[in-house]
Structure formats: C-alpha cells, structure tokens
C-alpha cells in the first residue's frame, strides 16, 4: 500500500468543519468521497488538524494509504476534478508508511484576519473579522508575548476539551498590519490585521480564543500585564471571548522532509 501525502486548501464557510459528523456537510466527507470515485476504494482520511465549522485552510496536510497506482504528479488534478470549487489540492507526495499527518507534524501555524477599518469589505466578509473600533497594537503586541513559551493553556481552551494535558509550546505570536490596507483617510481605520500563531500543537478553540483575549487588550478591558496572570490562573473564565471563527485560517503546518520543513 502506498501512502500519501496531499496539501489542500479550502473555503470553510459552507462547511459544517474539517471532521466527519454525524449531520451537515464536511471537509472529510468530501475528500472522501472524490477518492472513492476516483479509485473506487473506500478511503479514510488523517488530517493535520481538525479546523471547526466556518473556519479555513490554505494549507491543510492530510495522508492515507491506497493501492491506487495512479502517478504522483496526477493526483492533485485528478482529486480537484472531482470535488467542489471551494475545495482545491495543491501539493502530493509518497511518503513513507508510517507518516500521519497529525503525528507527524513538528509546527502548525494559523492566521487569524481582522479588519480594522471603518468598513467591512464585502468581497472578503467570509474570512476577516471586523472591528472598526481602533486598537492599540502596541499593548495587543506586548500582551502575545506572555504567551510564548511552554505553558498550560487551560486558560485558552474550550471548558468543552477533553485532552489530558492543556501543555502546548508557542513559538511565535505576531501582529502585522498588511501593507496597502490602511484606508487614505485617517479616521476610516486601521487596516487588515493578521495574527499568527506557530506552536507545537493546539488545543480546541485556542487560537479563537488568544484572539478574542488580545482584541481585549486592544480595547483597554484587560491590560497587557494581566496575560500572565490569565495564564497561570488556567481559569477559562478570566480570557477574553473565542472570536468568530471565520477569520481563522489554518496557515501552515511543517514536517520534517529529508530537513524540508514544509511539504
């Protein structure tokens, strides 16, 4: 058997999440159901992650094992032909028999968008959050930094987790503005601001979560020097909101390829 390993990009917006459930559409059942068309084998799928109902990919990492004998090189074009526009490959190798792409993982990184001008944009609704209250990034950027590190991030994850241990190990936490995206007029914002986050691995709802507590910051209900305090406390009660997950995008997640970290 052969295993698989493929890139993948998607639209999370009509999705009921990544993971197969027992009712509303999924990221899964669709890739599923392309490979059983394609090579008529009943195929189950490992993801890298499992991203929730609404939120993105640009580069979800998924394996599976096959006997398919269908080239490397034809794999992404022949899986997008059969799956929707809002999901699309872009990346295939063979890789060895006991890769999994969640297991196998060294880095993730995810992307969370907010749009801070006075107007939403109505071609890009789907996968920015607007606030067009102004922010103030210097107190959101020196908060992000108590969150680097090895911690428990019980303070930062759904009461709803059932994981044994809340430890993960952040190893960047930025802020950057995106260029060109401040309006000319000074009173109409601040730009489109993406958050990114790279860790070891995360728990469910964390990323959201970190958002909701850093535009916190930004607004002046929690000051930069009370995320330490959050932290140690592993109180979900004290963290700010989990942000809307449309703005949440799976970004990257790196492997170690012959020392290539990305696929």
């Known amino acids: 058997m052969r295993n698989i390993c493929m890139v993948v990009g998607y639209s999370g917006t009509p999705y009921n999440g990544f993971q197969t459930q027992p009712e509303g559409r999924t990221i899964q059942d669709e890739i599923q159901n392309a490979l059983l ?59 060895n028999t006991e890769f999994n792409a969640r297991k196998s993982a060294k880095r993730k990184t995810y992307r969370y968008t907010i749009n801070a001008n006075r107007y939403p944009d109505v071609f890009m609704r789907d996968y920015q959050f607007h606030h067009p209250r102004k922010l103030d990034l210097p107190a959101m950027r020196l908060a992000a930094e108590a969150l680097l590190g090895e911690h428990d991030f019980t303070s930062f994850c759904s009461t709803r987790s059932v994981k044994d241990s809340h430890v993960r190990t952040l190893f960047e936490v930025r802020l950057d503005v995106e260029p060109g995206s ?35 910051v930004g607004e002046g209900k929690l000051r930069s020097s009370d995320l330490t305090h959050i932290l140690a406390a592993k109180d979900r009660s004290l963290s700010g909101p989990t942000a809307m997950p449309h703005g949440l995008m799976l970004w990257k997640v790196e492997y170690d390829f012959d020392g290539n970290q990305e696929i």
Request: aromatic letters at 8%; a neutral charge.
């Open 182 to 216: 401040i309006p000319d007029k000074p009173d109409h914002g601040q730009g489109i601001i993406h958050l990114y986050v790279t860790g070891s691995g995360f728990l469910y709802n964390m990323v959201r979560i970190i958002a909701g507590t850093l535009l916190e």
């Open 37 to 95: 068309k394609l090579t008529g084998e009943t195929i189950k799928i490992n993801g890298s992650g499992r991203t929730d109902a609404g939120v993105h990919a640009k580069a979800q990492v998924i394996n599976f094992h096959t006997a398919s004998k269908i080239p490397i090189e034809r794999w992404c074009l022949a899986l997008n032909s059969y799956l929707p526009q809002d999901i699309v490959f872009t990346d295939a190798r063979e890789v």
